[in-house]
């Protein structure tokens, strides 16, 4: 996949997201969201404070490098300070800022010279892994808004970054969880939402990994409990794996209860 690909379908994303809070009365970014603590407010300048995070990377590694040790002095808080900071601001200037961020994002990330990486929380990453990780946070960041308002999303073809994303981070998801990763390749078969096979890893492989492509990238986001969905496991690895799976960085998510949206 290209970066003008995964950039195009990050600003499907976004808009898709934009399209749900942008109507809201101020009262309605106050509203609660799956996350604990968290309001839509909350969620949109988390996404926007996290874009302009990963444009400063990908323009100023130096300056990143200082947001780096930040985190690395508060693992478990530095994020949510980093929203917080802009929680006061009201909501229409919040989504302008938004609007801002993500807007700049992608020049930030052509910018960066071919076969270089961006550095991050996590793992360094190319810019079109960096552009597909502002893709997933906005799908699943955005799941918790549409939860909090009760709204049905459609799932499309750009769940597949997601699952992507998934799958090549399984080896980051084992050594959060101080587990060592297994030497073994995993095959991930998953039905996306318009009948299609998505596929990854050797066909003959021992551990197994299929179900809705929808709900994979739910429990590798941790928006929904394992025992909700229809994703399954073959082999004990496998097992292990779809019960740490995450696909974003930073410390180990507590996920949501079984039977929390049912």
Known sequence: MQLDDVLADLSAESADLDLLVGGLPADGWATPTPAEGWTIAHQIAHL????EAARLAATDPAEFKVELQKAMADP???VEAGAAELISLPPGELLTYW????????VALRSVPSGDKVLWFGPPMSPTSMATARLMETWAHGQDVADALGVQRRPTGRLK??????VRTRNFAYLLNDRTPPAVEFRVELEGPDGETWTWGPDDAEQ????SALDFCLLATQRRHRDD?????????????LGIIQAFAGLPGKGRRPGQFA
């Open 161 to 166: 970054h997601v699952a992507h994303l998934a």
């Open 76 to 78: 478990a808080g530095f």
């Open 208 to 211: 197994r990994v299929t179900g």
């Open 48 to 51: 926007a404070w996290t874009d």
């Open 229 to 241: 969905l229809d994703v399954q496991a073959v082999g004990a690895e496998a097992d292990v794996w």
């Open 99 to 106: 609007r801002q961020t993500r807007g700049e994002l992608p």
